[in-house]
T-cell receptor
Framework: NAGVMQNPRHLVRRRGQEARLRCSPM?????VYWYRQLPEEGLKFMVY????????ESGMPKERFSAEFPKEGPSILRIQQVVRGDSAAYFC??????????????FGQGTRLTVV | GENVEQHPSTLSVQEGDSAVIKCTYS??????FPWYKQELGKGPQLIID?????GEKKDQRIAVTLNKTAKHFSLHITETQPEDSAVYFC????????????FGTGTQLKVEL
């Protein structure tokens, strides 16, 4: 049973380019969360998605960032026109769909984005 | 929104000693408190969690305690080993938010031989 799979593990982009980060949740998990970790800092929530729906995007920057979780395929975090300040580790987590109580979230290995 | 504070930011112990990391949270509605271990270059790994209906939970050398009144929870690692060296994060979430987690700022634990 594979864990949360993220790719690529490392991504280098020039300023102004687009970055596309992918996340496949654990088998049986239908909830996906994206977090950003800046160097020497904790993880900050960005967005929470279920299949084809954005549930909570309160942590997403208003511009340039978008996320989706289509019916088929992985969840995608897209950053347009990247700037140096976007350099960070981006982690995806997934959990099962149990609405009544909070459940364990399992994290992927992350994508380390470097903007040059 | 929820705010989680974590102390200390760094902790150095001798192998075999105990380590304690403390967190406080601000939203009294929070009811789920996981702890994650993150090794260099890797993703956070869930090591133990506790829900608000219990005060303590133990798993081998790891235990977590929760004081709802004080809005305080702690991670205890006994008989520390070099492989326990990592960054540890506490987190909290409120019901109805899926599993959206608010994280503490992390504790760098170093277990010295």
């Amino acid at each position: 049973n594979a864990g949360v799979m993220q790719n690529p593990r490392h991504l280098v982009r020039r300023r102004g380019q687009e970055a596309r980060l992918r996340c496949s949740p654990m088998k049986g998990h239908s909830h996906v969360y994206w977090y950003r970790q800046l160097p020497e800092e904790g993880l900050k929530f960005m967005v929470y998605l279920q299949k084809e729906n954005i549930i909570d995007e309160s942590g997403m920057p208003k511009e340039r960032f978008s996320a989706e979780f289509p019916k088929e395929g992985p969840s995608i975090l897209r950053i347009q026109q990247v700037v140096r300040g976007d350099s960070a580790a981006y982690f995806c987590a997934s959990s099962v769909s149990r609405q009544a109580t909070n459940t364990e979230a399992f994290f992927g290995q992350g994508t380390r984005l470097t903007v040059v | 929104g929820e705010n989680v504070e974590q102390h200390p930011s760094t902790l150095s112990v001798q192998e075999g000693d105990s380590a304690v990391i403390k967190c406080t949270y601000s939203d009294s509605a929070s009811n789920y408190f996981p702890w994650y271990k993150q090794e260099l270059g890797k993703g956070p790994q869930l090591i133990i969690d506790i829900r608000s209906n219990v005060g303590e939970k133990k798993d081998q050398r790891i235990a977590v305690t929760l004081n709802k009144t004080a809005k305080h929870f702690s991670l205890h690692i006994t008989e520390t080993q070099p492989e326990d060296s990592a960054v540890y994060f506490c987190a909290a979430s409120i019901p109805g938010g899926g599993n959206k987690l608010t994280f503490g700022t992390g504790t760098q634990l170093k277990v010295e031989l």
